[in-house]
């Protein structure tokens, strides 16, 4: 994997990296670009807010349910191969999108769309580590983390527009000739570097995941109305990703290498990445819904909310990956995650009177703060592993927070919903976020205690 980088041809090179990074931010945008639409899709649609935010919780489970496969693939197939299939793929699901009638057929269309959008994301990583050399690492996972934390941070905002001068469907009609002309491209540029392995994917494994996942986190809808179905789908979903875990510890190829776990640097600072990635995408959620059903603003101003955020999120993103490379993670998380909760302020006393300034002002302050320890958290998670288990040590990663984003977004819709005021559930899920945060920081002075990093 190492000498990819000193044979890869420097254009090629450049060529594959946009490629990857673009079809990255329009997978990763498409994942949020629901958000400002939830409001419009639920009273179009006539269905429950508990039900209709399963087309972002959807998408987020689906990729992290899938992102474990993505380290087989690109052992076992070129990874020509797997970046034409996956964007056919993509583009398959937002083919359906355009043409959605009813609610389920535009499910379908978002796990369709998902289950690309989770292959492209850690092959993007990983090929992105595989061809630049490890000096450029920071640097490069930096751009990475720019793109993961960018495409979702600005899809409430090009949705808000959309619909606003459209309707919803045209997010996916936009998307549609974009991902064609990725495919078109890589068809005729897009190089195979790699050489495909004896590698046997576990589908006992893969059907473990997609139902142990989807029964965990779907009982936490069925909760506020049916507990006992709720309690019944969250043991048997635990009990089955309990044996999925074991499972892959007995596997000599697994399809996710939970041994990696073992692997502190990688332990504490994934799981400081997942809560700031909890936070960014449990708040992006939560905002559009408060905007539009309670201070009745429209789509596209709900989504202008978000903008200043995603914009200073981006600015910050480009230039933390370097920042990293010169001093470490120490200063950047600490302040990135004193920034999250000076912005929480605003948030967890939200109200009608709230004005729509002060709303964006701390959105935009809390993502300056996730910015600021998102890239580093990613980059210093990987310093330890060893560079034939990085694809692995991706799918693992990505798996995780996108798991665990997916839930943040289900526990802060219902717990919005359990007070008769969701003026009053929108405070309760804002403080969920404060606590996240303080488990981030937490997670991270773990890390710091024993970190044999001087820069650390």
Known sequence: MSNISKTIDPKIRTIVTILLLFSCFVSLASQTMMVTALPVIEHEMNTSLNLVQWLTTGYTLMIGIITPLSSNMYEKFKNRTIFLSTIATFIVGTLIGCFATNFWILLLARLIQACAGGILMSFQM?????????????????????????GPAIGPTLSGWIINAFSWRYIFIF???MMIIVWLI????????????????DLTSVSLSLVGATLTLASLTFFETTPMIGWVMLLVGLGILTVFVKRQLKLKQPMLKVQLFKNRSFRLMT????????VLIGTEQMLPIFTQNVLHLNSMVSGMILLPGAIANALCAALVGRLYDKHGPKYLIISGGILMLIAAIPFVMISKQTPVWLITVAYMLRMVGNALVFSPAMSEAFIDVKPDEVSHATALNNSLRQSFGASSITILVVLADLPASFVSGMRLSMWTTVLLVCLMMFFFIL???????KDA
């Open 126 to 150: 990983t090929t992105m580590i595989s061809i630049y050399p490890l000096q450029k690492r920071g640097t490069i996972l930096g751009m990475s983390s720019l793109v993961i934390a960018f």
């Open 175 to 177: 998307v549609l000739p």
């Open 186 to 201: 890589g068809y005729f540029v897009f190089p195979n570097f790699t050489q495909p392995k004896d590698i046997k994917i």
């Open 271 to 278: 799981l400081v990445g997942i809560c700031a990635f909890m």
């Open 447 to 453: 890390y710091l205690r024993q970190s044999p990093r």
